[in-house]
């Protein structure tokens, strides 16, 4: 072979190398055969969801631009079917009755020391939720990780960090192209004997990872198994980190049509 065509096959070599994605692991190993993709993202998502479902969580945010940690307290419901979802802040007191509503496709925001609702466009849905590390988007659930994704096993992971002995199927997430989603690529563990999520980092559409979520304290509700710990890590802010702590979690639970409503956001509570 000549040199410039050792030097031609090399730069093909490096390049090849270079959009190779980074699953994070070399324990990789092939999953078994009839392993469903599309099964195993519905199993994840239904352990975490029901069709109707009341949270209250309490929320605390670590910044180094603020001198220690600020913790918020919120409760929410979701009717999943109706693409329906309301939340409102409980504490502290600066923020309590500040309330988020989404009728899809529209997201309103009531702030009670104006009394002023608005309405937040789609072009600010991966901004901050509430000066978390959680965005609009993460706040009224608006993409399916069901619906709006093509999902590709990759493997098994022998063994996920944060979760000693636990093994993982390791699926990726690829947007249908016109999904409204805002990610460009989501990689899951999800536990193979209990369905439940264990790790997620979140990419664009150029394959930047920004962002990883950890999911700990897992105990069953209800039959499903449940993090009670929600742990969002951005890799581009260094210092900052967000976790929601779930206090209460109520599976198909009853809610009335007028939760979701405007005039709901303006009682302060409920």
């Not at 990789?28 to 352990?47: H, Q, T, V, Y």
């Not at 109707?52 to 631009?65: D, E, G, K």
């Not at 466009?121 to 990780?145: A, I, K």
């Not at 997430?173 to 989501?186: L, T």
Request: contains cysteine.
């Amino acid at each position: 072979m000549k040199y410039s065509q050792r030097i031609w096959v090399g730069l093909l070599f490096c390049a090849a190398l270079m959009i190779i994605p980074d699953y994070g692991s070399a324990s990789l190993r092939p999953a078994p055969d009839g392993a469903s993709a599309d099964e195993i993202a519905k199993r994840s998502e239904n352990n975490l969801r029901s069709d109707r479902t009341v949270m209250t969580a309490r929320m605390t945010v670590v910044s180094p631009r603020i001198t220690q940690p600020r913790e918020m307290e919120f409760t929410s419901w979701e009717d999943r079917e109706g693409e329906r979802s309301f939340v409102r802040m409980d504490a502290p007191s600066k923020d309590k009755g500040t309330g988020f509503l989404k009728l899809h496709p529209n997201l309103w925001m009531y702030i009670p020391r104006v009394e002023r609702t608005m309405r937040i466009p789609p072009s600010m849905m991966l901004q901050s939720w509430m000066g978390s590390d959680f965005t609009n988007d993460d706040l009224v659930r608006d993409s399916s990780e069901t619906e709006d994704y093509n999902h590709r096993l990759l493997g098994i992971e022998s063994e996920v960090d944060t979760h000693p002995g636990r093994e993982a199927y390791l699926l990726e997430y690829i947007p249908h192209e016109d999904a409204p989603v805002v990610w460009g690529r989501i990689l899951a563990w999800i536990d193979v004997e209990r369905g439940v999520v264990l790790r997620q980092e979140f990419y664009d559409e150029d394959g930047e990872k920004l962002r990883t979520m950890q999911f700990e304290e897992i105990r069953q509700v209800d039959g499903r198994w449940l993090p009670h710990v929600w742990r969002m890590t951005p890799e581009n802010k260094k210092g900052h980190q967000t976790t929601i702590e779930i206090k209460n979690m109520d599976f198909d639970a009853e809610i009335e049509d007028d939760v979701f409503t405007k005039r709901n956001l303006r009682k302060g509570t409920r």
